[in-house]
């Protein structure tokens, strides 16, 4: 297993004046995208044939189905954004300065809360049609998986090797022929890893996006999600198994079918010179290879890629470097002033848009909500931690146990938690017990196995040579984690929480309200805020919760995780 | 080799009397622009001229500039000042015709070996019957049948070397450019590879009419090139061209080979020509004079070996280099780190040990130290210049930023870079103060500073 940096940790570390154009932007577009919602809000959306969801498990393949098709359609979507935008990003000088904060602030918004809105909006595009509520879930998916798997792409481009790029240059390859053959393979291996851990996210979404309330009307979906609301809603427990169930089945598919053949094949797109000792080959990976018709419908698909690739397209890129040669000022004038223009218009929009429902006390409440849902993620992360360090350590140092346990933790991630979400809400409403304390522990359910496997791979790395110094030594007990365990695994440790922490915050939107037939349970929380302030139709609020939230979450990794991942990568490397 | 017919297989012929040459380069600069003060000079007035028939070698220490002009060759990279002509005609990007071989083999690693080869026909868009049957031709021609379908990690250094080699050639293109094309592999490897490729040439098996070869290595450019020219650094300038008037193949134990080979160390350890000949012995350095980065314990290894027998305080280059394993790249940088900082001093080729330089070799490490800093102090401004700032200082600390910044006004940034981080080793090691990478600040030892 490798370890990837995430996205969120690449960027920068001080905020400076392109982050403040970004987040004007990002709000105002997210604005616009409310605005027009809510004026479709009005228009009446009853002609839409409400799909009745049966509880009947034999239904429960088909929604699978219709859940997986959206999650591919979603990641089909991804992709293209990813090789556009982060292509634009990598290539222009000037649409990177404005382009890459945008993904840093769009990867730190939880479009979560924007939930009703993009439904709305979708409905709106396509009225009195599935295909309008089937494109707003897809959205809410692809912004689920997009963001961190085009900044990805965009730091591959960025960190291209000079001499293949002067052989391209020099054997004069097309910009399409070079994007084939040393963009997009030079940036797979880190590419498919971000996809990956986009789908695993993605479940969690597709199933909150199946069921949308807008008023008093919700729109259902076919698809487990809808399937475990309609459970909810008909407080039918064994229903909720057999969606448990079944979405057991499709993980356990999708990570056997697809994602293991797909992160063993992309090893070979690894930018190393020396063969690397391989794990054994997954079982699909094997069929596709060995298997004769496979083989040949595999061959005859690639050929027709490569012969896609091999096209020229164009003429161009054979001129020259010039090192000399100075970008134009005029024309970086003329593009700061005009983006200086547009985000100024976007937060006159921001401002209008606010000004007339909110005020400061507002914010001030907002701003103490989300100090509440900060404590939640901090003390979560610290109980993950304490639990899962040892365990993971324990679990990493033993290469058996490892084989064992980082498919399980892996699985585990990707399994869409808000599925376990009722069962601990019976028990809560069963007990009586207090919703502040006890609805905490959903918000990491999911992510807290990224904790695991991120220190399970950090101790698997441990080099073997210190390992065995230290026993000569005689390091043992607490000298032996503070001096050499912890520091070991630290930039595995903050790659596994920050990915948590990430998670957990959007999590907070669907884990502070939780409901069971009538009973609604509700933690003071910004999540709770922003899930009640969607309920009443108070756009103002969401937008206000969402936009503090965000702020949260990019304060949280800039202040805190990037100088610790820097710290920690500088300290416990060599060289 | 196999012995292949030797009949030109590839439909060319040479023609040795050609009357235009292939490549011409005239009054070519390249400098890089420095906002605070003056331009940074890579190259400065370089000619350069290539015959159909002829394999040119450009020698010189690294940051002399001969990569960059074999990228102005190549045209990826565009001059500053002067001309570029391709056949008469004037460069203006990477032309048909011109294929380069790269010191870091730059094989793209998820592309088998045919693959690889067939990239420079793909971008022609050469129709696929034809590309695999060049490409064929090409893998066979450089000894590499029956690797077609492997992975470059599958391959040692050498064959990988080959895969380049096959790629440049299969495009059958005119000039043929090679940059450092066999330093990165062991001495044996890239030996068979320099015979490989002659024999081939003198066959005329080669689909190329000239080659142009940038190397730092004196011996392999005296046995492959028949024109050799010896750049300068700092900028980078033709110090000298000669021609290579030995039949191939070459014997390197032949003593008029070796006496070129000494000859070219005596050209390439020649002091500049007169320029500050005013000034003492030693020459004077200055604040921002760029450092090489060599380690305390190499310049204690090469003083021992210096002072002990058969040396005896006075060594001769090549014979030095070659006990030592050494390259001249490697071991001029270091002779003239120990020159600066009056260790020994460098003469026509010969390496000679001073009386400092003797004191130091035999000096116990605390002594060593002291004598250390005592020429660190006398020879490099930048050492004291840091101690200076650090004693002004309340606090005793200093910011290596403002050093970094100012060392970047004269040199590039990896340059400073550079200087900085062997400023920062010698002054640790001669304990004249310390630093907190961390923070990225120097700092005087504990004792020092209740001193100061």
């Excluded at chain 1, 697809?258 to 010179?273: G, M, Y």
């Excluded at chain 1, 409440?365 to 610290?382: I, K, W």
């Excluded at chain 2, 005329?204 to 046995?223: D, F, G, R, W, Y």
């Amino acid at each position: 297993m490798t370890n990837y940096t995430p996205s969120i940790l690449a960027g920068r570390r001080l905020p400076n004046r392109w982050d403040g154009a970004a987040l004007l932007l990002v709000m105002g577009l997210l604005i616009a995208l409310v605005d027009v919602g809510r004026g479709t809000i009005s228009t009446p959306i009853a002609a839409i044939q409400n799909t009745t969801i049966h509880l009947d498990p034999s239904y429960l393949p088909y929604y699978a189905l219709r859940s997986t098709a959206r999650m591919f359609a979603a990641l089909f979507f991804s992709l293209l954004f990813t090789f556009t935008y982060a292509t634009l990003a990598a290539k222009s000088r000037r649409a990177g300065m404005v382009l890459v904060p945008i993904l840093d602030i769009l990867q730190s918004v939880p479009i979560l809360g924007f939930l009703t809105f993009t439904t709305v909006f979708f409905m709106g595009l396509f009225p009195g049609k599935v295909m309008g509520a089937e494109l707003a879930s897809v959205f809410v998916i692809f912004t689920s998986q997009a963001w961190n798997m085009a900044f990805s792409f965009y730091q591959s481009l960025t960190t291209l090797p000079n001499d293949l790029q002067e052989v391209s240059r020099s054997f004069r390859l097309s910009p399409w022929q070079k994007f084939w053959r040393l963009d997009v393979p030079f940036a797979m291996p880190g590419l498919v890893w971000n996809t990956m851990l986009s789908m695993s996210g993605g479940w969690f979404f597709v199933v909150a996006s199946e069921a949308v309330t807008v008023g008093n009307t919700t729109f259902t979906l076919p698809g487990i999600g809808s399937y475990v609301a309609t459970a909810l809603r008909e407080e039918n427990l064994r229903a909720i198994f057999y969606a448990i169930l079944a979405m057991l089945v499709v993980i356990l598919l999708y990570d056997q079918l697809i994602f293991r053949p797909l992160v063993a094949w992309s090893a070979k797109f690894r930018f190393e010179t020396t063969a690397a000792i391989s794990g054994p080959e997954p079982w699909m990976l094997k069929l596709l290879r060995r298997t004769q018709l496979f083989r040949e419908i595999g061959e005859t698909v690639t050929g027709a890629m490569r012969a896609v690739f091999r096209l020229r397209l164009s003429f161009a890129a054979t001129r020259q470097v010039d090192e000399s040669r100075e970008p134009s000022r005029a024309v970086d004038a003329l593009w700061f002033t005009a983006i200086a223009l547009v985000a100024a218009y976007a937060g006159w929009k921001i401002i209008g848009f606010i000004s007339g429902t909110l005020h400061w006390h507002d914010l001030g409440q907002a701003m103490l909500m989300g100090t509440f849902t900060m404590l939640r993620v901090t003390v979560l992360m610290a109980v993950a931690a304490i639990i899962w360090v040892p365990v993971g350590v324990w679990i990493g140092l033993r290469p058996k146990a490892t084989r064992i346990a980082q498919p399980i933790a892996q699985f585990l991630a990707a399994f869409p938690a808000n599925l376990l979400f009722p069962p601990v809400v019976l028990l809560i409403v069963y007990y009586h017990l207090s919703a502040d304390i006890w609805l905490t522990p959903l918000m990491l359910i999911g992510t807290q196995w990224y904790v695991l496997f991120n220190v399970i791979a950090g101790a698997a790395a441990f080099p073997g040579d210190m390992k065995e110094a230290v026993a000569n030594f005689h390091i043992q007990g607490w000298l032996w984690w503070r001096k050499v365990m912890i520091p070991g695994i630290l930039p595995y440790f903050i790659t596994g929480a920050i990915t948590a922490s990430g998670g957990a915050w959007n999590a907070s939107i669907v884990a502070e309200v939780a409901s069971w037939g009538n009973h609604t349970l509700a933690a003071h929380g910004l999540g709770a805020y922003i899930a009640e302030a969607t309920a009443n139709g108070d756009t103002a609020r969401v937008v206000l919760g969402v936009a503090v939230m965000a702020t949260f979450v990019i304060t949280f990794n800039r202040i805190l995780w990037r100088p610790l991942y820097a710290y920690a990568t500088r300290r416990t490397t060599l060289g | 080799m196999p012995t292949q017919p030797a009949a030109p297989l590839w439909g060319k012929t040479m023609d040795q009397n050609a009357i235009q040459p292939l490549l011409t380069v005239r009054n070519c600069r390249q400098s890089y622009h420095k906002e605070a003060s003056a331009d940074l000079v890579v190259l400065d007035d370089v000619d350069l001229t290539l015959q159909e028939g002829e394999i040119v070698g450009l020698l010189g220490r690294s940051g002399s500039g001969k990569s960059t002009l074999l990228r102005i060759v190549s045209g990826l990279l565009k001059p500053t000042a002067g001309e570029v002509k391709w056949r008469g005609e004037t460069l203006h990007g990477p032309a048909a015709g011109v294929a380069m071989v790269f010191q870091s083999f730059a094989l793209f690693p998820w592309l088998t070996v045919q693959e690889n080869v067939e990239l420079g026909l793909e971008a022609l868009g050469v129709k696929k019957h034809e590309r695999e049957e060049r490409s064929e031709e090409a893998i066979d021609l450089i000894g590499l049948g029956g690797y077609d379908g492997a992975y470059p990690k599958e391959l040692s250094g050498g064959m990988r070397q080959r895969v380049g080699l096959a790629r440049a050639l299969v495009v059958h293109p005119d000039l043929l450019l090679m940059d450092e094309p066999f330093s990165a592999l062991d001495v044996l490897t890239a030996e068979t590879l320099r015979t490989d490729l002659i024999d081939l040439w003198m066959d005329k098996k080669l689909p190329v009419k000239s080659v142009l070869i940038v190397t730092h290595n004196i011996e392999e450019a005296v046995l492959m090139c028949d024109r050799i020219l010896v750049f300068s650094s700092n900028p980078g300038r033709v110090a000298h061209e000669l021609t290579v008037p030995f039949a191939h193949p070459r014997n390197r134990f032949d003593p008029a080979f070796r006496q070129l080979v000494d000859d070219i160390y005596g050209i390439m350890t020649r002091r500049a020509p007169k320029e500050v000949q005013a000034a003492p012995a030693v020459p004077p350095t200055g604040f921002a004079t760029p450092l090489h980065p060599v380690g305390t314990n190499l310049m204690a290894g090469l003083l021992e070996t210096l002072s002990s027998p058969p040396y005896d305080g006075r060594a001769d280059l090549p014979a030095l280099a070659a006990a030592l394993q050494y390259e001249a790249d490697e071991l001029l940088p270091l002779g003239e780190t120990l020159g600066m900082l009056g260790f020994a001093e460098l003469e026509e080729g010969d390496l000679i040990l001073t009386e400092t330089g003797k004191r130091f070799a035999e000096a116990e490490t605390e002594d060593r130290k002291e004598i250390f800093a005592t020429q660190l102090k006398a020879h490099v401004p930048l050492i004291n210049a840091i101690r200076a700032v650090i004693d002004q200082r309340s606090n005793h600390r200093a910011s290596a930023v403002r050093f970094r910044d100012e060392l970047e006004d004269h040199m590039s940034p990896e340059y400073a870079e550079e200087t900085l981080r062997t400023v920062i080793s010698w002054g640790r090691y001669a304990e004249i103060f310390e630093y907190d990478e961390e923070a990225q600040q120097f700092g005087l030892e504990e004792e020092d500073e209740e001193e100061a």
